[in-house]
Structure formats: structure tokens, C-alpha cells
């Protein structure tokens, strides 16, 4: 397992992992259904995190505009989310971004939407009365 992608420490030595075991152990002890957590349990859920990562980016970089730019954006990330049934789970984590003004629109839209449908319902109570 030590012939993957591993990273370096501070005084230059190969690790395992990249990603800091201290934070992922935080992050696992928020849970809580977590007592305590195994220093093996601890890398491999690293280790499977950063292959996660990895795999997600590469993938979106792929299938992404990532190519013709040779960088990986946010928009590609959110529109893997959207469009790949293995990520659709990250849809809400990585949304589309959408313009302020824009934003607002909808909001405005949805809510005379909303009133309209509360006058028709009012008006079909009355009706019935």
C-alpha cells in the first residue's frame, strides 16, 4: 500500500498519507455514534478519502472543459455532481454557481408563485362556501 501516492513529512520522510490524521480523527470523533477510533481505521479512512478525491478530480477534469484549459475547475466539480449518477450524492455539497442577481430572480419568481396559489386557493374556499 506504501507504493501509492504518499506524501512527505517535515523532515522529509515518506507517509502513508497526505491528508492530516488529526483533522480526519476530529472530523470522525463529531459523529456521535464514535467512541474511540483505531489508528488503522483512522489511515485507511485517510487513505480512502485522498482516493476518493483523487478519483473524483480526475474524473471531472475528464469529462470536464478541464482539457482544453489543462486546469480543473469548480464548474467542472459541480457538473460531475450533477450529470454522473456515481456523484449525485455531491449535488448539494457542490451546487452549480448561479449569479447574485439571478439568484434573486427566482427568489422573486417563486414567491408570486406562492401567492398565486394562495389567492387561488382562497378564492376556491370562497367558492365552496
Known sequence: MADGVAGRDKCGEQRLVSLPLSRIRVIMKSSPEVSSINQEALVLTAKATELFVQYLATYSYRHGSGKEKK??????????????????????????????????????????DDQEEEKDESDADEAES
Open 71 to 112: 486546469a480543473l475547475t469548480y464548474s467542472d466539480l459541480s457538473n460531475t455532481a450533477e450529470e454522473s449518477e456515481t456523484f449525485q450524492f455531491l449535488a448539494d455539497i457542490l451546487p452549480k454557481k448561479i449569479l447574485a442577481s439571478k439568484y434573486l430572480k427566482m427568489l422573486k419568481e417563486k414567491r408570486e
